[in-house]
């Protein structure tokens, strides 16, 4: 109908840009997108200034999934017309899917102040986005005292908690915001950001189900289902998600990062490096897809690569975040070529800034495993065994990250009654609940609140995190959980789950910290960043795992991964035993296993075992001179 009208109005009056305007919206709605586009830009051309045909081009270039064109149209739209709430909620969804998650919260914020007729609300947004999040926060509790089922409100107080970590809050806020409104589609995308932050995956998947029936082929949400699927370890599904964002909509390079990403891991090398490429070809400035390059391990760059780096690092255009990814691929690329001083260099350059971005406060750990050592004591694991959940499930791999986690991961997933999965976050979860620290300033009630919880509480525990990772698992009786950091919460382990094994996968610490160097994480393992940083973790890992042997003497099986280098054999019947499991020829030839490997590792465990790596941090040793100082009385246990 409205169309109609439209027409008949263009009919008579063949240059009344509003009506071409009508008859644009209507061919967008109506998926006639070409058509759409091409009147938009007559419109424009003789009218300028009409911001709202700047708005609809950008829908028109939202809807076609041409990502950067929607966002320079709709920001031309605002920039002529600030008071269009609809430019802003589509700028926020747009940054969203292009992972720039600052702009699109402002974006987001803005939308909120246009549209809310509340002035609290209004206010509370502001301090919001001048970083008063401490006075947001409080005006949207006051607020929310008179007005409790005011969903917006509800939403900007768990946006709140997002920005600063609080997650569970976040999410417990945007579940009832959705009880009291299901229709309020920026609550459930925030909704499902959160529960994939959370690693709460399936339940994450199933919100962006929601939000696609009623817009199935919004680019932002393919965007964000691909990306979960990729974390759920669905890569039958996550594979062909990407495919169909590249086949229907035009290439965007955090889209053939993302797909890299996953045929990396399935094992795909050759066309994960293609992927890479396309990035980079997209987007040349792009650090992401060069590290991901580098990070393969068995890569090799071209000379005209290292010379694009060496070119983008210079003249430093990009943001801080390319600038780092840089400096490490290059470092990378340096080191292959055995340019070791320049190497170091551009690694040191990258932590350095990863550094200041982390904001690792190594006293902080140290405060951690003194806190550990006085409240975990003999007395406390006395009665262990009989209490927590009985089942036998889980295997806990922990240590330091690039210390051959990756491979005992693998040697055991080779077998058939075990599981691989990846790094869960799950425990570390329920120790964070459990210390009930909300805010940086607080004290923590971990791990002296474990000595307060009863039978029961273990039990239940032990049963939340078997039904927290369940998702994560197939249909053997066992699994592994290779998060490192677990070496923290041996205590918890051991009183929620008494008869879990615990590997601790250890390596020299000049080849773990230097090695861990000149890694960049996706995230977290923050304290890698720096020599004297390393160094300490290393000796608090020592210290900690010393006083878990005592209280728990024969708990944990130390594997030694130079051992497991010179005695494959040996080592893996080692394992097996431990765990109570038969031995299989498959453990010994793990690397022909075909599976998904979820870490920078990725690449060498579907490789014979070589020793060459062991001795690898020696070409550094020149500049290590500050990591020996730090590591101190660990280098008497294993010297140089």
Not at 64 to 79: D, N, P, Y
Not at 438 to 453: F, G, R, T, V, W
Not at 607 to 634: I, M, T
Request: one cysteine or more; glycine letters at 6%.
């Amino acid at each position: 109908m409205a169309d109609q009208q439209a027409q008949e109005i263009l009919r008579l009056f063949p240059d009344e840009l509003n009506s071409q305007y009508v008859v644009a919206a209507v061919n967008r709605v109506e998926g006639k997108l070409d058509a759409a586009v091409d009147q938009l830009i007559h419109i424009i051309a003789a009218a300028p200034d009409f911001a709202r045909a700047h708005q609809e081009l950008g829908f028109c270039h939202s809807d076609s999934g041409h990502l950067l064109e929607a966002i320079t149209s709709l920001q031309t739209a605002i920039s002529i017309e600030p008071k269009l709430p609809e430019s802003w909620r589509a700028l926020g969804e747009l940054f969203f899917a292009d992972e720039d998650e600052d702009s699109s919260r402002e974006a987001f914020n803005q939308y909120l102040i246009l549209t809310s007729h509340d002035s609290e609300i209004v206010e509370a947004v502001q301090l919001f986005k001048s970083g008063k999040i401490g006075q947001a926060e409080q005006a949207c509790r006051v607020y929310l005292k008179q007005h409790p089922t005011d969903v917006t409100a509800i939403r900007l107080l768990a946006d709140i908690g997002i920005q600063v970590g609080v997650y569970e809050d976040a999410e417990n806020l945007l579940s009832r915001a959705l009880q009291l409104a299901p229709d309020f589609t920026l609550a459930r995308l925030n909704y499902a950001n959160v529960l994939s932050k959370r690693e709460k995956l399936d339940q994450a998947l199933a919100q962006v189900q929601l939000l696609l029936e009623a817009e199935p082929d919004k680019f932002p949400l393919l965007v964000l289902r691909a990306s979960i699927l990729v974390k759920l370890g669905a890569f039958d599904k996550a594979l062909p998600a990407y495919e169909y964002l590249l086949k229907n909509f035009p290439p965007r390079a955090h889209i053939t990062l993302g797909y890299g990403h996953a045929l990396k891991t399935v094992g795909e090398q050759s066309k994960a490096i293609d992927s890479y490429r396309k990035s980079i070809e997209l987007r040349p400035g792009f650090g992401d897809a060069y590290w991901s390059l580098a990070n393969l391990k068995m890569f090799r760059f071209e000379e005209a690569e290292i010379e694009a780096m060496r070119a983008q690092i210079n003249a430093n255009s990009g943001n801080q975040e390319d600038y780092f990814h840089l400096c490490f691929a290059l470092g990378k690329a340096l080191e292959d070529r055995e340019e070791y001083e320049e190497s170091f260099r551009f690694y040191e350059i990258g932590n350095k800034i990863k550094f200041q971005l982390e904001a690792y406060n190594a006293d902080i750990t140290s405060g951690q495993v003194t806190s550990i050592k006085q409240s975990c004591d003999l007395s406390m694991f006395e009665s262990a065994s009989t209490r927590g959940l009985a089942a036998a499930d889980p295997i806990f791999i922990i240590g330091l990250p690039r210390s051959g986690s990756t491979l005992l991961e693998q040697i055991l997933a080779s077998h058939s009654q075990v599981d691989g999965t990846k790094e869960l976050m799950d425990m570390l979860s329920i120790a964070r609940r459990l210390g009930g620290k909300k805010k940086k300033s607080e004290i923590s009630a971990y791990p002296q609140i474990l000595s307060e919880l009863h039978d029961d509480q273990l039990k239940d525990l032990g049963q939340e995190y078997l039904d927290r990772t369940q998702i994560q698992r197939g249909d053997a009786p066992f699994f592994i959980d290779k998060m490192p950091n677990n070496f923290m919460h041996v205590g918890l382990i051991s009183l929620i789950l008494p008869n879990a094994k615990i590997i601790d996968a250890r390596r020299h610490p000049m080849g773990s910290c230097f090695s861990g160097f000149t890694q960049l994480f996706a995230k977290g393992q923050a304290f890698t960043y720096g020599l004297e940083n390393i160094g300490r973790y290393y000796r608090d890992y020592m210290e900690v795992m010393d006083h878990w042997d005592l209280v728990l003497p024969g708990k944990v099986l130390l594997v030694q991964y130079e051992e497991v280098v010179a005695d494959i054999e040996g080592q893996v019947r080692r394992l097996l035993e431990y765990c109570d499991l038969p031995f299989e020829d498959a453990c010994i030839n793990f690397h022909e296993t075909e599976r998904a490997v979820r870490t920078a590792s990725s690449e060498q465990v579907r490789q014979p075992l070589y020793s060459g790596a062991l001795e690898h941090w020696r070409n550094y040793e020149p500049f290590l001179d500050e990591l020996k100082q730090h590591l101190g009385p660990v280098l008497e246990r294993y010297p140089v």
